[in-house]
């Protein structure tokens, strides 16, 4: 998993030319055109199986470990009397804060990773697969398009559904 200091921009090559900002703001795009609201409703599916799944789990390991055969109201005495239970019972706890959090930042990295890779491939020539992410737009007739120094194709943004921002992220708005 990530670590929460790692930028997660700095995974791709192709955005090593641009400053921090600058990929913040690609990114905070990227997420924009991929429909932050799943991201949302993902994180919040994620939160609710991990809870349910802990307690299922968690409780199952109490059961073999701890109580056996034994009814409810000796399974409270147990928990009084036994200090390795209340170790678990803190371990237990606890679980439902971290089980959670570490499953919702795994679905928000999954996501920015997919989020990203999207607009990665979104810009590349239809040729030879070059990226064209940072290269001079020329504005010749009003027609905006990107030459590969690749393969030398001349792509035209219009044609390819894309606008000036995706070509060059100094320009996407935070
Ligand atoms: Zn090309």
Not at 29 to 51: C, G
Not at 70 to 96: C, E, W
Not at 142 to 163: A, F, I, R, W, Y
Request: with cysteine.
């Amino acid at each position: 998993m990530r670590l929460l200091t790692r930028k997660i921009y700095r995974a791709y090559p192709e955005l090593d030319k641009f400053e921090d900002d600058v990929c913040k703001r690609y990114i905070k795009r990227a997420k924009r055109l991929q429909n932050t609201w799943k991201l949302w409703l993902f994180q919040l599916l994620a939160l609710l199986i991990s809870i349910v799944l802990w307690g299922i789990a968690s409780s199952l390991i109490e059961l073999i470990l701890f109580f056996g055969e034994a009814t409810r109201r000796d399974q409270l005495v147990y928990i009084m009397l036994n200090p390795i239970h209340l170790v678990f019972k803190i371990i237990q706890m606890s679980g439902y804060i971290f089980v959670p959090a570490i499953c919702c930042l795994r679905v928000r990295d999954r996501w920015l990773h997919r989020c990203i890779r999207k607009q990665l491939t979104g810009v590349q020539c239809g040729a030879c697969g070059y990226s064209l992410l940072g290269l001079s737009i020329s504005d010749e007739n009003n027609t905006p398009s990107v030459h590969c120094p690749e393969c030398g194709l001349q792509t035209v943004l219009k044609d390819m559904g894309l606008t000036q921002a995706d070509i060059n992220p100094n320009l996407a708005s935070s």
